[in-house]
């Protein structure tokens, strides 16, 4: 994937909607976290099917969607930093 993709797809606003649009009607929680290491280590640990794991690069990143989630009300965003 390029950088130019992983930037617009680390926005929060565009995270979220993807998350509401796509995951949130199926039950699906998805799980932000800020870099590709908590990723990955979090990945190998995720058992639920139910789940998802978003890398959107960066602490600033992580902050601003929880802050956007808590605005919009999203109960299926949880972030980690």
């Known amino acids: ?6 930037k617009y797809q680390c926005q929060p606003n565009i995270l979220l909607n993807i998350a509401k649009m796509r995951f949130d009607n199926d039950g699906m929680q998805t799980i932000v976290v800020e870099g590709e290491t908590d990723y990955r280590l979090f990945r190998q640990w995720l058992i639920d099917r139910n789940a998802r794991i978003e890398n959107v690069d960066g602490k600033s990143n ?5 802050r956007k989630a808590k605005e919009r009300k999203f109960i299926s965003i949880h972030c980690i930093a």
């Open 1 to 6: 994937m390029s950088s130019s993709i992983k």
């Open 62 to 66: 992580v902050k601003e969607i929880w």
